[in-house]
Antibody, heavy 122, light 111 residues
Framework: EVQLVQSGGGLVKPGESLRLSCAGS???????????LTWVRQAPGKGLEWVGH??????????EYAAPVKGRFIISKDESTDTLFLQMTSLRSEDTAVYYC??????????WGQGALVTVSS | QSVLTQPPSVSGAPGQRVTISCTGS?????????VHWYQQVPGTAPKLLIF???NRPSGVPDRFSGSKSGTSASLAITGLQAEDEADYYC???????????FGSGTKVTVL
């Protein structure tokens, strides 16, 4: 059974940094890192917002980000441990949300992590 | 403000049919990008319900169906059940934003 297990959420002050992790396991037909790996967030009581993704090796391992986080967030992965990361810097109150890691397949979001709550507050 | 527009809520009695619309533009749904649908039970992660406009992943009941036409798409739930009470989101890709985009979400209530 495919599992994406997230860790690293918490309470931080504005301007601080935080790193989220997402460990993939149980993949058979395609490896975890064969997918594009994506982060989506959901502010409290709000809808879903795409944060960004890292492409697979076949497509150059490039990253793309949503405008609100570009230049502040970095997505990376460790293929040796099947782990995805989201490094968040210069955090703002509007970054408060549950962050989900996801495997992306041809533009749709197939497997989802359980979510990690990030709260940015002084 | 979401790029894709959905009604905030729809409701129906058990056994009835409800539909949820998802309206986009010429830079996303109208640009021939597929539409996908997710179901989110409060307090849990979203789950893929429909992919590529009208395909169901393994395990999703055939009560759920999707369609797309022009710059809009729809999700239909037939034979509504109490367990279908959840939030539903549409999603596509926007070539102007070069980003995946979501609808604003629709809360389905089973009366």
């Amino acid at each position: 059974e495919v599992q994406l297990v997230q860790s690293g959420g918490g309470l931080v002050k504005p301007g601080e940094s935080l790193r989220l992790s997402c460990a993939g396991s149980g993949f058979s037909r395609l490896r975890f890192t064969d997918y594009y790996l994506t982060w989506v967030r959901q502010a409290p009581g709000k809808g879903l917002e795409w944060v960004g993704h890292i492409k697979n090796k076949a497509d150059g391992l490039t990253t793309e980000y949503a405008a609100p986080v570009k230049g502040r967030f970095i997505i990376s992965k460790d293929e040796s441990t099947d782990t995805l990361f989201l490094q968040m810097t210069s955090l703002r109150s509007e970054d408060t949300a549950v962050y989900y890691c996801i495997t992306e397949y041809f533009y749709y979001f197939l497997h989802w992590g359980q979510g990690a709550l990030v709260t940015v507050s002084s | 403000q979401s790029v894709l527009t959905q009604p905030p809520s729809v409701s129906g009695a058990p056994g009835q049919r409800v539909t949820i619309s998802c309206t986009g533009s010429s830079s996303n749904i109208g640009a021939s990008f597929h539409v996908h649908w997710y179901q989110q039970v409060p307090g849990t992660a979203p789950k893929l319900l429909i992919f590529d406009n009208n395909n169901r992943p393994s395990g999703v009941p055939d009560r759920f169906s999707g369609s797309k036409s022009g710059t809009s798409a729809s999700l239909a739930i037939t034979g509504l059940q109490a367990e279908d009470e959840a939030d539903y989101y549409c999603q596509s890709y926007d070539r102007s934003l070069t980003a995946s985009v979501f609808g604003s979400g629709t809360k389905v209530t089973v009366l």
